[in-house]
């Protein structure tokens, strides 16, 4: 079979896309395990065809400092969120802290159905039926694609939101209610791809060893994206619950690994932090239920526990990119 027009595969995107839309519109006014299950799928054929659309142009030039003066890390409400706030602190800062981007209504919901996904990965995981709600339907994308192996998500705390349908139908609908999806798209030049590896719910707990990282380090180079961080618990500062550190600056490139003290290859070791934190220190940022952090793939960060927390944080982590630029061995996915 011959290689499709790029008319006919404009035509197949579009198509794909409206077919995304419409699904989600039906399956917000009546819920349906079924349709979410087939939404999940839809998301990855229209991935697949945006890839092969006009790829996205150069990256605007830079913006000005809104944030000259913050301290630390820059803030915004969720209201006030826009692609120039996003840029600004991305671009000069490293991050940006979106206060409420998701609604005190629906934090509590989203850990229900963060539990539910959890118990049914569970349940698969020792052989035994994971329910009929559709709470965890591990997602196959076909034989072209290498799926990591699910138990290490598993100890890792995390399942993969495309295996939870319905977590990733409320999670994208809470994320579209919020904007997010029109400043995503203005900043990444076209609408937004997310990754099934790289799109987790995570319950989170306190760690002996903070493991320091730039996801630039082992996603690649050259790749226009961003991670939309979001907690649904009160975290950081000195609470009991883990939040993040980080080093609240804007890093040019991926820094060296598996050397100051690192514990693995891929991990930026202390010594490394410490000299990058000079001029910018170590901080830990205090988070209530609902904010988000966004931050793109050289931002510097770790967990922010110590051994002594005993509080669990219910986490979304979900990267972004360009719909012609995910990183070639993950599975992608349509926003």
């Known amino acids: 079979m011959g290689r499709a027009r790029p008319g006919e595969v404009l035509a197949d995107a579009a198509a794909l ?29 229209a991935a697949l065809a945006l890839a092969h659309t006009d790829a996205v142009g150069a990256w605007p030039a830079p913006v000005e400092d809104r944030f000259a003066d913050a301290a630390g890390l820059p803030e915004v409400d969720a209201a006030d969120l826009d692609v120039a706030a996003l840029r600004s602190a991305v671009w000069h800062h490293g991050a940006l802290v979106v206060r409420g ?13 963060a539990d539910r996904a959890f118990a049914g990965q569970a349940a698969d995981a020792a052989g035994e039926q994971p329910g009929v709600d559709g709470a965890y339907r591990p997602f196959d994308p076909g034989p072209d694609y290498k799926v990591a192996n699910r138990a290490w998500v598993r100890e890792a705390g995390a399942v993969w939101l495309a295996d939870a349908p319905g977590a990733l139908f409320e999670v994208l609908d ?47 180079a050259g790749l226009r994206t961003v991670n939309v961080w979001v907690t649904l618990t009160d975290c ?17 490139g991926v820094v060296e690994t598996g050397t100051q003290g690192a514990m693995l290859p891929n991990q930026v070791g202390p010594g490394t932090v410490e000299r990058l934190a000079r001029d910018a220190p170590v901080t830990r940022p205090q988070f209530a239920a ?46």
């Open 236 to 252: 950081g500062a000195d609470l009991d619950v883990p939040g993040l550190d980080v080093v609240p600056r804007r890093l040019d």
């Open 174 to 220: 809470v994320f579209e209610a919020a904007g997010l999806r029109r400043v995503l798209t203005e900043h990444l030049g076209g609408r937004p791809v997310f990754t099934m590896n790289k799109t987790t719910l995570r319950k989170v707990t306190a760690v002996a060893h903070p493991a320091w990282h730039q996801d630039g380090a082992f996603m690649g």
């Open 290 to 335: 609902g904010d988000a952090l966004l931050f793109d793939d050289l931002f510097l960060h770790a967990t922010g526990a110590t051994p002594h927390m005993t509080g669990t944080r219910y986490t979304i982590e979900s990267w972004f990119f360009a719909p012609t630029g995910w990183p070639s061995p993950y599975v992608p996915l349509v926003f």
């Open 101 to 113: 981007l998701v609604p005190a209504a629906r934090h509590a919901g989203l850990r229900a159905t």
């Open 17 to 45: 896309l409206d077919e995304v839309d419409a699904l989600s519109v039906a399956n917000r006014a009546r819920r349906d395990p079924d349709l979410e299950a087939r939404l999940v799928a839809r998301r990855h054929e």
